[in-house]
């Protein structure tokens, strides 16, 4: 059977129509050297900057495990991530990898990223179809491919801990669990029936003072680095996220591009005069309530991340701070809110000695020092 050639190509000199090395018999790979399979590219459509990876381009989905046999035979080595372009014949070619993962489960483990051209409906649609797929990575976030591999890696290796394989100290918290669990559903079931009236009110609001939805939803990393939907009421204009790059210079946080980052803008112009209000009074907050319910979210727990504050959370330190649920209210919101000097290794160590140490009782004392934490003292 014949099978279309791999490329070795590195990404530094991956300019147009240059390729490094034709490796027709066996890829020359060097002591150290991390790999990235390209699958269905040409050596002309490798991204040329920003990342310290080598490509080995492979045409077909088939050309694959002739590939990887060779990294893993030869030189004992695994492919850093799959990378597969979305074509016009993205479903068939994904339809291809399902089978191919069917019958080689241990590859599941590496990061898959697609790449297409640009995001839009059709892509999304088609993605959703098949679990298999990590993330979306196109020309302009390539840059970040490094920290999302390390997301990504973080996330299943947490997937993967079953109860044998924790510390000692978060096993004596499973009959906790449940009754944190128990106690979430009733709660927050309670409180959305109660709280139906204002509800409806703040949406009018939120609908009368400005263009765009009542809620915002935006994908957040919660407990296990589980990606969920984060639902809280619009505070901001309707395109907040795409000015987040204007307002990085008045961030709060260090800008410490090798560390973690956190955002928070003081008095960020995005926020409506409505949405102040709605913030100050953490009002924004009641629709996480629904959150609650559906599992994705404890009333107590450390605060969900937005994916480009959670993908800087990979060292083995830091991603502790995952194991323990992600809440509305927490040890960081009650210690420090509002505190503009706090910094973000503080932030992170309030996390992670929550996540050592919660319990049902510590839970009640955060509840009911919440309400007094509820007054912001600057505006964030």
């Given amino acids: ?136 990575i196109t020309d302009e976030t390539f840059g970040l491919l490094n920290r999302k591999i390390g997301f990504v890696n973080k996330f ?11 510390k000692a100290g978060y096993q004596k918290k499973r009959l906790g669990n449940i009754g944190k669990r128990s106690f979430d559903v009733l709660v927050s079931g309670l409180a959305l029936v109660a709280l139906s009236p204002l509800l409806i009110v703040i949406a009018a609001a939120v609908k009368l ?64 005069r409505f949405g102040k209000f709605l913030r100050n009074t953490s009002l924004d907050e009641i629709p996480q309530l629904y959150n609650v319910l559906k599992g994705d979210m404890s009333i107590v727990g450390n605060r969900p991340l937005p994916l480009y504050e959670a993908t800087t959370l990979v060292t083995d330190q830091c991603a502790e701070r995952f194991l323990a649920p992600a809440g509305i209210t927490g040890l960081w919101q009650v210690s ?10 503080e932030r992170i160590d309030l996390d992670i000695n929550y996540a050592q140490k919660y319990s049902f009782s510590m839970d009640l004392w955060l509840m009911v020092n919440t309400p007094l934490a509820l007054i912001q003292k600057d505006n964030v």
């Fill in 209 to 272: 003072e400005s263009r765009g939805p009542v809620f915002y939803a935006g994908r957040r990393a919660g407990k296990n680095y589980k990606v969920f939907k984060f639902y809280k009421f619009r505070t901001m204009v309707a395109d907040a996220d795409k000015q987040l790059d204007k307002l990085k210079h008045l961030n709060q946080y260090s800008a410490d591009s090798n560390g973690p980052v956190f955002y928070k803008v003081s008095n960020d112009p995005r926020i409506t």
């Fill in 1 to 136: 059977m014949e099978t279309s050639t791999p490329v070795l190509v590195c990404a530094a000199d991956a300019k147009e129509d240059t390729v490094v090395q034709d490796s027709r018999n066996r890829l020359d790979i060097m002591p150290g050297e991390r790999f990235v399979l390209l699958v269905g590219v040409s050596g002309a459509s490798v991204p040329s900057n920003k990342t310290d990876f080598r490509y080995v381009i492979v045409p077909t989905v088939k050309d694959v495990q002739l590939v990887i046999g060779q990294l893993l035979n030869i030189h004992h080595r695994a492919p850093a991530a799959i990378i597969c372009k979305a074509g016009e014949d993205l479903e068939a070619v994904l339809t291809e990898w399902k089978k191919y993962f069917a019958s080689n489960k241990a590859l599941l483990s590496l990061p898959f990223f697609i790449h297409p051209e640009s995001i839009n409906e059709n892509i999304k649609s088609v993605i959703k179809q098949f679990g298999f797929i990590d993330d979306i």
């Fill in 336 to 345: 420090k809110r509002g505190n503009k000097e706090m910094s973000a290794q």
């Fill in 156 to 166: 299943k290796q947490l997937s993967a801990f079953n109860a044998r394989q924790l």
